[in-house]
Each structure stands twice: as structure tokens, then as C-alpha cells.
């Protein structure tokens, strides 16, 4: 287990922001994970429980404790892997491909680890962590002791989890098991993967092919965030009713969209930013990146509230002309 003091977070966030912490426990079993229950429940400072850093924003240095996963490792049982918490999320979408289970091509390339999957429900492309979850596996800090979360007890939904809610802070994530099919069922109706497929001449794609193609588009939208600091896609798609939908389609015929149900559909935050102009623009060293206006970017040495003014401009301006409030996906800190 690692214990260490006045440590800095800069290579656990991807938005390259050199804060520092108290702090920093890291746990690599679920017996240690055990031991950084014992010392929170002991101590008086704050903690925060991070993930890969790929989904936060720090605004300053955090006077308290930071707790890291680094649980790795996974076991195959028929279409069932348990993995390691601190397994990063890609190398499973490729280790489940390469034995043959299937489900998770969309999610290819989601940065990020599996701890986080289960926390945000990552999704992308019509897929989404919990098609997958089956169990979560966490020691609860309260009282030391191992559960096993069923997935309908997380109360899953679009980008939501109790674990961003009630039980943020109350549990230390030591493995997620998924539940992956043997039965390759591509999904190719969302955004532009099928007309990419046709582009290459792929009529019927395996699943390896479906899975590159996901990862070349995310990797022409996206910045790699070794190069510019950026946390993937910064705001949530919001989801109004059919009623305001069908009041801004009438003003803008050629909005995209997606419906959830009867009742409501989901606007793409990030046309809306972009319709608002900020598409490839800046606020001082913090920009929007010009192939995905969804992405904020650290130009160089931007700070973390440099980032947040800039997301509170755009939301503002969106606000302003749809009359919606589109909200951070990123954890700001």
C-alpha cells in the first residue's frame, strides 16, 4: 500500500493540472483497501476517491486525503470477467474481444478505469457500463466490511450512479464483474459509425474491425491528453421534454437528437456549444477544442478555475439561447 505525504496529482488527472494533495493513499488489495478504511475512519481531514483522473478537474491544492485504486488482475468465468478495479477500462474492451465475449466494441477507448466505469456508467455510442455490470465488489469504509453490490441496487442511469450520490465517499471499489455474450451483435446505428463501416468497405464488420473503427473516430474528435490536457467530453447531453424539443426543432430543423422515450429526447450538448460559436475558441489559456466542441482543453498552463470559468461562460451562453442548462460531466474538485 502506498502512504504518502504532500504529494502532487499532476499524473492523476488528465487535464495536466499540478495540484497537490495532503495526502495520498493508494491500495492494491482488497486487504489493503481494508487498511485505508481503517485510517479514514480515523482520521479528521476530508478524502476524495479518484479514479484514473480522466473525469476530474482540480481547482486547487486538496487539503485532505486522495485514495487511489491500483487492484488489478481479472479472472474469466464462461461470459463473466472480475477485473480489478484499477485495470484500466480499454484493456478489458480488448482482453474481452481477444476470448471471444462480446458487447463492450462501442465503449473501446474510454479513458478511464474499471473502478470509474461503475461509478459514472460510462457510456458512448448506445452502450453504456451497465449493459455489463453484473456485481461490484467494494469494502465499506464504515465498517471495513466486503460487499457485493448487485448492479440493480446501483440504480444506474444516463451518466448516474448512488455511488455519485448517497453513497459517494462510502465505499472503496476493489473489483467490478462483468457480464459479456458470446453472440456478436454489432451496434452500428449511433453517431457515424456505420457510414465510417461503408466508407472502408465494410459491409459486415467483426467485432475487432467495429472496435478500430470506434477508436479512429474518437481519436480524430478527441486531443490526446499527453499533448493537450483535456478530460474527453466535458458536459453531459442534457434531456428536456418532447414539448421543448419540439419547440427548438421548430427554430433549428437540422438539431440532432436522440430519443430516450415517449416523453423526452436528448439534445447533443455539444452542437449547442457549438451553434453558441465556441467551437475552436478560447478564454485566456483554457479552449474548446476545434474538432469537438463537447472537449475543453488546456492550452498550456491553464489552471483548474481558468477551466471552470470557461465552462461557466459556455453554459451561460447556452443558456442563454436554448434556454437549457447543460451540466459538467467532470468532477471539479
Excluded at 427554430?251 to 439534445?267: F, G, R, S, W
Aim: proline residues 4%; charged residues 25%.
Amino acid at each position: 500500500m502506498k502512504d504518502l505525504r504532500d504529494y502532487s496529482l499532476l499524473a492523476h488527472n488528465t487535464f495536466g493540472i499540478d495540484a497537490r494533495c495532503t495526502r495520498f493513499l493508494e491500495y492494491e488489495t482488497a486487504e489493503e483497501a481494508q487498511q485505508v478504511a481503517n485510517i479514514l475512519r480515523e482520521t479528521s481531514l476530508p478524502y476524495i476517491i479518484i479514479g484514473g483522473g480522466s473525469n476530474l478537474l482540480l481547482t486547487r491544492d486538496f487539503p485532505g486525503i486522495v485514495v487511489h485504486s491500483a487492484v488489478k488482475g481479472w479472472d474469466m468465468a464462461g461470459c463473466r470477467m472480475a477485473c480489478g478495479s484499477g485495470e484500466m477500462w480499454d484493456d478489458i474492451v480488448d482482453v474481452s474481444l481477444r476470448n471471444g465475449l462480446y458487447g463492450a466494441e462501442n465503449l473501446s477507448l474510454i479513458p478511464g478505469d474499471v473502478g470509474a466505469s461503475a461509478v459514472q456508467n460510462i457510456g458512448a455510442y448506445g452502450a453504456e457500463a451497465k449493459d455489463f455490470i453484473r456485481e461490484v465488489h467494494a469494502i465499506e469504509i464504515a465498517t471495513g466490511r466486503l460487499c457485493i453490490i448487485d448492479r440493480d441496487d446501483c440504480q444506474y442511469g444516463y451518466r448516474q450512479s448512488r455511488f455519485k450520490q448517497e453513497w459517494k465517499n462510502r465505499f472503496l471499489i476493489t473489483m467490478v464483474v462483468y457480464e459479456f455474450s458470446t453472440d456478436f451483435q454489432p451496434r452500428l446505428d449511433y453517431g457515424n459509425i456505420r457510414s465510417e463501416l461503408e466508407r472502408r468497405g465494410i459491409v459486415e464488420p467483426t467485432p475487432q474491425q467495429l472496435r478500430q473503427v470506434i477508436i479512429d473516430i474518437r481519436n480524430a474528435k478527441l486531443p490526446d491528453p499527453k499533448v493537450q490536457g483535456n478530460a474527453g467530453s466535458f458536459f453531459m447531453n442534457p434531456v428536456v421534454s418532447r414539448q421543448k424539443y419540439e419547440e427548438l426543432a421548430s427554430l433549428y430543423p437540422q438539431m440532432p437528437h436522440y430519443t430516450v422515450d415517449a416523453q423526452h429526447e436528448k439534445i447533443p450538448a455539444g452542437w449547442m456549444i457549438e451553434q453558441c460559436g465556441w467551437k475552436g475558441k478560447s478564454l485566456g489559456r483554457a479552449g474548446v477544442h476545434d474538432k469537438q466542441a463537447l472537449v475543453l482543453v488546456n492550452l498550456g498552463g491553464a489552471t483548474g478555475q481558468e477551466i471552470v470559468n470557461l465552462c461557466e461562460t459556455i453554459r451561460k451562453d447556452v443558456s442563454d439561447k436554448f434556454g437549457i442548462e447543460i451540466h459538467p460531466e467532470v468532477n471539479v474538485i
